[in-house]
């Protein structure tokens, strides 16, 4: 039986764990950086409030109709058990493609992530930062930050290419060249996300639960996340989410985060000067946000090594949505099938 590890607890992660449960495979795992699971559809809580949570990363999922239709059991398979269900709340200025349609998880985005890796019955870990990957008789042996290495008979790497690609050990020697300069090829977009949250019974007076903006130089898009997830409730207070343009986050990637916050806070003030003044706010820099450039002609993973199997996945090589981190769960999970 094969002690397999996933590297990495997000929706890739997450879904090929499920995905792998009933294969004849012996203990998973996931291991994942983080303090909690989600990647990038991270829900945070306020540190005044657990309960006041806002969705810091993706904000809801899009079904088209003329793409997503392989994956429709997935979809399915989410509002059966309450973790999705429709957006109805008011987003002014989203464009919306005939035949789709936008779904949010009342819960938060995590939940999404937080149900695969319930439904995969898998071990995870937080704080597990993967630092080498060598080859130690015929298995892999996983380093981490803190704690002694481990051995596995499958790895699973889901995290960003440029991630994967900082990893040390035998893995540098692994990876062949023209593998390496596939993963060099892949790009993302940055920007930062702050989360505002609010005491319970704050009133935030505006028509819209959300709203793209197209002329600020700072700020996309706010969501009164609470309002967007349709659940307003007098017990818990409410929450505001500020996404940053791409142009602005790869501006001040590097710059200090306090007076990022400072700055975006003060073009919200602009926007919505109503706002009250919140009782924590995050401010989240998501250095990899979305793929801009993904893997050439990938089949949503890439085998690194074969005899013990070393493969990685995730938005990296298909595209930064739900079916695209769907569509790498599936095909590493095939991967590893197959290989047993």
Excluded at 183 to 188: A, D, I, K, T
Aim: neutral net charge; hydrophobic residues 35%.
């Amino acid at each position: 039986m094969s002690r397999v590890l996933v590297v990495g607890a997000g929706l890739t992660g997450g879904a090929c764990a499920s995905l792998l449960r009933g294969a004849a495979l012996g203990r998973v795992e996931v291991w994942d950086k983080a303090r909690g699971a989600g990647g990038r559809m991270s829900t945070s809580r306020g540190t005044r409030d657990a309960a006041c949570t806002a969705d810091l990363g993706a904000q809801y999922i899009t079904f088209e109709a003329d793409r997503s239709e392989p994956r429709r059991s997935f979809y399915e398979e989410l509002l059966s058990h309450g973790i999705l269900q429709q957006l109805t709340a008011p987003i002014e200025g989203m464009v919306v493609k005939k035949g789709s349609c936008n779904y949010v998880a009342p819960q938060g985005i995590s939940s999404v992530v937080k149900y695969y890796l319930k439904q995969s019955g898998a071990d995870v870990f937080y704080e597990q930062h993967v630092t080498h990957i060598s080859l130690r008789d015929g298995k892999w042996e996983v380093s981490r930050k803190t704690g002694p290495p481990e051995l596995f008979d499958i790895v699973i790497l889901t995290m960003p290419v440029p991630q994967i690609l900082s990893l040390q050990g035998d893995i540098v020697n692994i990876i062949n060249e023209s593998q390496k300069q596939q993963l060099e090829s892949v790009s993302y977009s940055s920007r930062y996300a702050l989360g505002l949250f609010y005491e319970a019974g704050t009133r935030i007076d505006v028509p819209w639960a959300a709203q793209y903006l197209t002329n600020n130089p700072c700020i996309r898009f706010i969501s009164i996340d609470n309002k967007k997830r349709n659940i307003e409730s007098p017990e818990i207070g409410p929450s505001v989410v500020v996404h940053t343009t791409v142009t602005f986050g790869s501006e001040y990637l590097d710059s200090d985060p306090t007076e990022v916050q400072q700055l975006i806070l003060s073009y919200l003030e602009r926007i919505v000067p109503s706002l009250p003044k919140p009782s924590s706010i995050k401010c989240q820099k998501w250095r990899y946000s979305q793929v801009t450039k993904a893997v050439p002609n990938s089949l949503g993973q890439m085998i690194l090594h074969t005899q013990p199997l070393l493969v990685c996945g995730g938005d990296g090589f298909t595209h930064s949505n739900f079916d695209g981190c769907i569509d790498s769960a599936m095909s590493l999970a095939e991967v590893v099938k197959s290989h047993l």
